[in-house]
């Protein structure tokens, strides 16, 4: 977006209004923080829970602002990997990092956010517990007798966990080779309203709280990127309406991230995942 560009109005009754309140909180508690700007408040409607855990995250940021780190030529993050040592030698020729900090070029450019223990690790495990939500999807999502690329080859992944399988989710994306003009964006198979049974959408709504934080988080390290994945995803609806495309318009009210996919694997079996 340009900058004398205004953002569209968020529909009424979108989730999205939510992130809205969570990023314009958490990017008011930075300026706070950084450059002593008046006491924030958070909306009313923000749910508690969700406004503690944005407070936990906004120190973790102002740290990782306010102690840049070294160039991302010299950086190696945790030498340390599953208790061995990564290319032990070589890294003795980098800075280790393992603090929030931000990661710059040589012209001082942003290139990485290091943010550990943002997000406390009881809320992870919340995280993952949500994911039995999708324990059908997943499971059907495994390749047994026919390809589907590689990410879903069940040798991949471990032959005993509980869960396990790959999932791309989004509410408008160009099949492989069907790209515009002749084409246009289309609701992936598992959120259209035909598979609502699935669990998927449900979990979906489900994560609101948690990508509202995400894009909060976002709006803060990178505020033209929010803005310009909000602005598309209202757009969006303008062009589901216009081509009265049903699955598109149920998903957008729900689908709360400025971000628009996500990909889930879970207990693959590669020893870098």
């Known amino acids: 977006m340009d900058s004398d560009e205004q953002m569209s109005e968020i529909p009424e009754g979108w989730r999205m209004k939510l992130t809205n309140q969570v990023a314009d909180y958490m990017q ?8 002593k700007a008046p006491r924030a408040l958070p909306h009313i409607s923000i749910p508690v829970p969700l ?10 940021i102002v740290q990782a602002y306010q102690h840049p780190g070294p160039h991302c030529q010299e950086v190696i993050i945790n030498k340390v990997r599953r208790g061995k040592t990564v290319d032990a030698a070589g890294s003795q020729h980098y800075k280790e990092i393992n603090t929030p900090t931000v990661v710059i070029n040589e012209n001082g450019n942003t290139r ?15 995280i993952w517990n949500s994911l039995h939500c999708l324990r059908r999807p997943l499971a059907q999502s495994l390749s047994h007798s026919h390809p589907r690329g590689w990410r879903n ?9 509980d869960l396990r399988g790959s999932l791309d989710l989004s509410p408008a994306w160009y099949q492989q080779g069907h790209g515009p003009p002749n ?49 598309a995803l209202i757009r969006l609806n303008n ?16 689908w709360n991230s400025v971000y628009n996919s996500m990909s889930i694997m879970v207990t693959i079996g590669l020893s870098i995942s």
């Open 183 to 231: 084409f246009h964006a289309e609701v992936s198979r598992l959120l259209k309203a035909r598979n609502a049974q699935n669990g998927v959408r449900g979990w979906v709504d489900e994560m609101s709280d948690l990508n509202a934080l995400l894009s909060g988080v976002l709006s803060v390290i990178h505020p033209r990127m929010y803005e310009t994945g909000r602005e």
């Open 112 to 126: 990485l956010w290091y943010l550990p223990g943002a997000i406390s690790h009881a809320y992870q495990k919340d």
């Open 239 to 254: 062009i589901a309406e216009r081509r009265n495309d049903a699955d598109m318009r149920s998903i957008l009210p729900i």
């Open 153 to 161: 080859d069940h040798i991949l992944f471990r032959e005993m966990a």
């Open 28 to 35: 008011k508690r930075f300026r706070e923080e950084v450059f």
């Open 51 to 60: 406004v503690c855990r944005a407070d936990r995250v906004l120190p973790v």
